[in-house]
């Protein structure tokens, strides 16, 4: 077996583009999530080592010593960070020739022709669900006999092997916790509105909505909700809470763990035997009768994408959601206690300057605890990405994400409604939303009761505010 490194790279300060993130960018807020993408393979791959600089901090130099003596290399990338992530792979080869670099992730998925033809130090990419295909690279297997794997030959040529079959026993991939708990420190990791440390895995891969901006689904995971048996899953909690007895909340980062409602209530009632603080994604429909017995077994919040509260975007980004329908679930959610913190995008198909307010307006409405205000971000892959190079919506014809500093760009432009007000909006978004005096005396009282959370709303108060000074310039 290859002496195998997974990396994600040195990367713009404070991206969170790791593998475990859903949208690669640089938040208005620090934030980190758990590289799971990496954890996964790096799992199947013994005695290999996982980095994941940008959570830990570390430039080049500091993961010179793990490159030079790594025979594999593997890298997740991203289409925000691709170019950033070739240019690392440059500086491997010139520090270890020999070194074999393959790269994971949406981008390669999608894009693997292109991808390699425009990374010249990259060796191969691996294709759709790329778990067992980079073990039978690590394993020293023949390229050409391997599933999933694209790659240059050794006259240059760039070659496409078959497609790997879709895993069906999601039980037979090992726990990415021990990865975790051998290779990465967990007080880098910080969500704002998951309790710290808190500690993020999959139960199950794929989602059967049809959100046409979503990537992971259209990319990797498919539309079919494959899981881990609900006692698997309960045996690597147990392990996670002896192993990180300073975890406060595990996230489990399922695209929509409620999809299975009976499967969901079942793992929760397990949950709660064990009297662990759990948090999961979940779409705005779930009945009233789960969501009692998903809080009365240890469900504490729910990241719920609300998207947009005007009804036709709903229909064009194929989201299978009734405004009407997240108004109820919401209210649902706050007469039981449970916590909600909702997303919501900027920019979709059909925007205009009033649907924007009226999404303004639902959000007011409807009042999660907290908020994420994104712009849409067409990923190459994706059904909105389609869209907008058919009907000519993208302001540059490379589809940059982000600007220079790693934060997001708005890269939509409709002919009635500019990209550059799109952009605005979402700063106007986030004041209209926390600028209230009824949201302002919830976060108080929040902060009065608990010292920790003063740390940690004071800190995330100044790097907000630092987020809206930066876009006021950008603007």
């Known amino acids: 077996m290859l002496r195998t490194l997974f990396l994600q790279a040195p990367s713009f300060d404070g991206f969170d583009g790791g593998a475990g993130s859903r949208y690669q960018a640089k938040r208005e807020i620090r934030s ?39 025979e594999l290399i593997v890298m997740h990338t991203s289409t925000p960070s691709f170019k950033s992530d070739v240019k690392v792979a440059e500086m491997i080869k010139a520090v270890n020739p020999h070194v074999k670099i393959g790269m994971i992730g949406a981008k390669v998925a999608v894009e693997p022709e292109k991808s390699l033809a425009s990374a010249e130090p990259v060796d191969f990419v691996a294709r759709n669900e790329f778990d067992f295909t980079i073990k039978e690279v690590a394993d020293g297997n023949d390229w050409a006999k391997i599933r999933g794997l694209s790659y240059r030959n050794n006259q240059g040529v760039i070659v496409h092997n078959d497609e790997r079959e879709i895993l069906e026993n999601m039980d037979a991939l090992p ?52 899981v881990r048996s609900v006692q698997d899953v309960v045996e690597e909690v147990k392990w996670t809470k002896t192993a990180f007895p300073k975890v406060k ?27 662990v603080t759990w948090s999961c994604n979940a779409k705005a429909n779930v ?12 469900l504490r919040l729910l990241l719920v994408g609300y998207e947009s509260g005007n009804q036709q975007i709903l229909i064009n980004i194929k989201k299978g959601m009734r405004v009407d329908v997240a108004r109820r679930f919401t209210k649902d959610c706050h007469d039981l206690g449970v916590v909600i913190h ?16 009226e999404t303004v307006e639902f959000a007011r409405e409807i009042n999660p605890h907290t908020i994420q205000v994104s712009l849409a971000a067409p990923y190459p892959g994706t ?55 009824s949201k302002i005396t919830s976060i108080v009282a929040e902060m009065i009761v608990s010292p920790e959370m003063m740390n940690r709303r004071l800190r995330e108060g100044v790097e907000f505010f630092h987020f809206l000074r930066t876009r006021r310039e950008s603007a």
């Not at 997303?343 to 307010?357: A, D, K, S, V």
């Open 32 to 70: 980190f999530w758990y590289p799971t993408w990496l954890a996964q393979p790096a799992a199947l791959v013994e005695g290999s080592k996982l980095i994941d600089a940008p959570a830990h901090r570390l430039k080049f130099d500091d993961i010179l010593p793990a490159v030079k003596d790594s």
């Open 175 to 226: 726990w990415v916790t021990p990865v975790y708990k051998r290779d990465l420190a967990i007080e880098n990791y910080f969500i704002g509105y998951l309790k710290h440390p808190y500690v993020s895995f999959y139960t199950g891969r794929g989602c059967k909505s049809r959100c046409t901006f979503c990537l992971w689904p259209q990319t990797v995971g498919g539309h079919r909700y494959r």
């Open 249 to 275: 909340e595990i996230f489990f980062d399922d695209d929509t763990l409620t999809d299975n409602l009976p499967r969901v209530e079942a793992l929760a009632k397990e949950l709660g035997k064990l009297g």
């Open 287 to 298: 009945p009233r009768k789960t969501l009692e017995v998903l809080k009365d077994n240890g």
């Open 342 to 357: 909702g997303t919501f995008i900027l920019g979709l198909p059909g925007e205009t300057q009033e649907t924007i307010q």
């Open 383 to 437: 059904f909105l990405h389609r869209q907008a190079m058919e009907n000519g919506w993208l302001h540059n014809e490379d589809a940059e994400l982000l600007a220079d500093d790693g934060t997001q760009i708005a890269p939509l432009n409709y002919p009635h409604l500019s990209h550059t007000e799109i952009f605005e909006s979402v700063a106007d978004f986030y004041k209209k939303f926390y600028f209230r005096p």
